[in-house]
């Protein structure tokens, strides 16, 4: 059993991704027995960078962005990690996203530490002049610390191939170079890799089948309610109901919509696309997003954003699998009690690693200059996803621990492995 410590989350601080980072970690560091250093070195960043971005608006007026970038660890090879644009974004939201990615591509054995970045800034209210600016400006200002042998972006939230072009010829022109692998999540004509915009969804898929087959559930009549009709929320949807299972209700932030029968996910998609809002879908009942998260489906996948299944909500989840799509959408407390009541929780580090597994393809082939067609891609990611669940679910059953304490602990033993065989034996 991994017991967190219960004095790591201060009273008012339980909401804190990197308090719930840090509480993980110090629960697993605790269960293989690491000494003080090597806590202290997997707890510290190698570099957090702070950096003010200066944008001239079409009004003609300065504004001054806050953006970060956050570098969690490099004992298994340059940190990898997503962009963030979103008015909510800070430094320890994005200490966390960092630390996370460190274990989630060791979890899946991919070559990579963690990183995360992120503007605080409402990116829906800015012209696509002032995006550009704003993210040529961010990208010559983290250009010292990034590279395709050292930190390597990604889209995250409020970012998307376009950001990540712009970066790409931001960072080229300060280096004189073409720099294709700087940055992945690409538009194909620039270097980027077919099946990267599904990449997570599609990841998402393979570990549900996984979990499906455990829990002997079969893809017809098996329910699934998605918080978060995203990137990653998006293509779940559409790739389960590809394969049988009856997408019952999505939400965005305009709330949810409910169809027992089953939501025509395609239909949903389009008016998504069509007014930006998913509540505008005709043929549903409009409910709450916290009503979503209590609704009486098999498989809950809360792929929005950090704390949405609490102590305050858990006790009514009646799922019997959550799937995170999201980073941090559990917290601590929430996740003794689903433990308690039986619910399977397929965790973040291992359910959502689908993006960073084909940004990694995506970098082999930048600078391998060979490329791979989608059924390639889609092969490997179904082989990297089948085998990190098999390896997690190994170390469940047999060290009797929850998922997600599992995938922590096959992760940050990996880290621990790297860092001492490069000499760090502290």
């Given at each position: 059993m991994v017991e967190p410590k219960q004095e790591v989350l201060p009273s008012g601080e339980a909401a804190n991704p990197y308090v719930t980072a840090l509480?993980?970690?110090d629960a697993v560091a605790d269960y293989l027995g690491l000494n003080e250093s090597m806590r202290q070195y997997l707890r510290s960043n190698r570099r957090e960078l702070i950096v003010r971005l200066p944008v001239r608006m079409d009004d003609g007026s300065i504004a001054v962005?806050?953006?970060c970038r956050v570098q969690h660890n490099w004992a298994r090879g340059p940190s990898k990690g997503g962009i963030r644009y979103h008015p909510a974004v800070n430094l320890d939201e994005v200490r966390a996203l960092a630390m996370w990615m460190?274990?989630?591509c060791a979890v899946v054995n991919i070559p990579y530490g963690g990183g995360k970045g992120g503007v605080k800034v409402n990116h829906k209210k800015l012209s696509p002049r002032e995006l550009e600016a704003l993210t040529r400006r961010y990208a010559v200002a983290i250009s010292p610390v990034i590279g395709p042998d050292v930190d390597v972006p990604a889209p995250d939230v409020g970012t998307d191939a376009q950001t990540m072009a712009w970066i790409m010829d931001a960072y080229g022109a300060?280096?004189?170079?073409?720099t294709p692998a700087v940055v992945t999540g690409k538009p194909i004509s620039l270097g980027g890799t077919v099946g990267r915009e599904a990449a997570t969804g599609s990841g998402i898929m393979y570990v549900v089948q996984e979990a499906a087959r455990r829990h002997r559930l079969s893809p017809d009549g098996t329910t699934v309610a998605i918080q978060g009709f995203g990137n990653a929320g998006q293509w779940s949807a559409r790739l389960l109901a590809g394969q049988g299972y009856r997408v019952v209700a999505v939400s965005d932030t305009s709330g949810a919509i409910h169809n027992g029968h089953g939501l025509d996910v395609?239909?949903?998609?389009?008016?998504k696309i069509s007014s930006g809002r998913v509540t505008d879908y005709p043929k549903a009942d409009r409910i709450t997003n916290e009503d979503l998260l209590t609704l009486p489906v098999?498989?809950?996948?809360p792929a929005a954003f950090e704390n949405q299944i609490t102590g305050a909500n858990a006790p009514a989840v009646k799922a019997k699998i959550v799937v995170e799509a999201a980073n941090g959408p559990t917290t601590p407390e929430a996740d003794r009690m689903l433990k308690d009541s039986g619910v399977l929780v397929i965790p973040d580090i291992l359910a959502s690693a689908g993006g960073v597994v084909v940004s990694y393809f995506e970098w082999v082939q930048d600078r391998s200059g060979i490329f791979w067609d989608e059924k390639e891609v889609s092969n490997r990611l179904e082989q990297v996803m089948t085998k990190a669940f098999q390896e997690v679910a190994a170390v469940s059953e047999r060290e009797k621990l929850t998922m997600r304490e599992a995938a922590l602990i096959l992760g940050i033993r990996r880290?621990?492995?790297a860092a001492e065989l490069r000499g760090m034996r502290l």
């Open positions: 509480t993980q970690f962005f806050w953006g460190t274990w989630k300060t280096q004189g170079r073409w395609e239909a949903a998609i389009a008016q098999d498989i809950l996948v880290v621990v492995e």
